[in-house]
């Protein structure tokens, strides 16, 4: 006992010594809008642990996650200001800022993973060089799995979703929610099984991660395995920031990011079967579009891929091409 009572003594005097130093340490927090729950979470605490590994310790991220440092509107803002050095987001939440940021976030254009890391590598420069104008570096993003729907009963009929309150998460959900004759009400991840439980929506369409995490099952009784679109989360770091690193440092987060890409869409595969498992075994009915909801659906992402390359331009329909022609 006294033995090990002494080597922790040294220890802990080895670590006072450390501390005062001439060891710079950078300390970063990163506000991040989603549960702990969810892999994308649990992919950025790896990623901060492979940095602060990598950089023995010089640079500590601390993630805050679910909306608790920033809400998600607001943590965009707080990189691109400075407040924060870095942070995650949803990607399409910034569609009202330039039609490229939309892009994943349309029914049917890019429905598989294959087709959402194409869609992906063609428009990575065009987003990455938008940020950059906001003093934004992209480090990473990674797709969440195929969105689907979820209701409160079964639903064969397109026509059945008509005045229903659904719930939206960007411009693109409420415009699919309109298309569909149903009432959009934006509410964030987080707050999704109070918004059912007060009745403020009746339906939604998500991946299986955040149904699961939501526990869908509580107030929802149908899933519709449609998986539409595979939208991205995207992490940013403020380039003023990422600049005042050492050259080691900015080595290390860019190792850990490009790794974490990886990681992520890994992930993110690996998860879409077993988050389905988990609705079922929770109660809910799991099936397939009706063909005439798969056709309704279809044609509203025709509509939506219309009226995206209308905002987008040439620009935009260049990036179409580059992925139609890939
Ligand atoms: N989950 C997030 C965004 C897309 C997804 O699958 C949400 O529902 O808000």
Redesign the pocket.
């Known amino acids: 006992m006294k033995h090990f009572a002494r080597a922790g003594f040294l220890g802990a005097t080895l670590a006072a010594l450390t501390t005062a130093s001439a060891f710079a340490q950078t300390a970063w927090d990163m506000p991040t ?2 549960a702990d729950g ?1 892999f994308h979470t649990q992919n950025i605490i790896q990623f901060a642990d492979d940095v602060r590994e990598a950089t023995g310790g010089s640079l500590d991220i601390t993630v805050h996650s679910a909306n608790s440092l920033f809400g998600h509107a607001e943590i965009k803002d707080s990189v691109q200001d400075g407040i924060v050095p870095i942070g995650e987001f ?1 990607l399409s939440r910034l569609a009202n800022e330039d039609p490229i940021f939309a892009l994943d976030s349309i029914p049917f254009l890019a429905a598989s993973y294959d087709e959402a890391e194409k869609l992906w590598a063609v428009s990575r420069e065009a987003v990455s060089a938008k940020l950059a104008e906001d003093g934004l570096t992209v480090l990473y993003a990674v797709a ?2 195929g ?1 689907s729907l979820y209701l409160r009963q079964e639903v064969t009929d397109p026509a059945q979703m008509q005045g229903l309150n659904f ?1 939206a ?2 411009v693109a959900t409420e415009r699919l929610a309109a298309l569909l004759g149903a009432t959009p009400t934006q509410v ?2 987080t707050d ?1 099984a109070t918004a059912f439980s007060t009745g403020r929506v009746e339906a ?1 369409i ?2 299986p ?2 149904g699961a995490n939501a526990k869908a099952w509580d107030f929802v009784s149908h899933y519709i395995d449609t998986q539409a679109w595979l ?1 991205k ?1 995207i992490i940013v770091v403020n380039t003023d920031a990422f600049e005042a690193l050492t050259e080691e440092e900015q080595a290390a987060v860019l190792e850990a990011a490009a790794a974490a890409e990886t990681r992520g869409w890994a992930m993110s595969r690996e998860e879409t079967d077993a988050k389905i498992a988990e609705l079922e075994a929770g109660g809910m009915q799991v099936s397939q579009p009706s063909e005439a909801l798969a056709a309704k659906l279809a044609e509203v992402g025709e509509t939506m891929t219309a009226e995206w390359t209308e905002q987008a331009g040439e620009e935009g329909q260049a990036i179409i091409d580059a992925y139609r022609n890939q």
Request: charged share 15%; hydrophobic share 25%; glycine share 0%.
């Open positions: 809008p989603y969810i949803l969440w799995p969105q719930r998460y960007n964030e991840e999704i939604m998500t991946s991660s955040t939208p989360n």
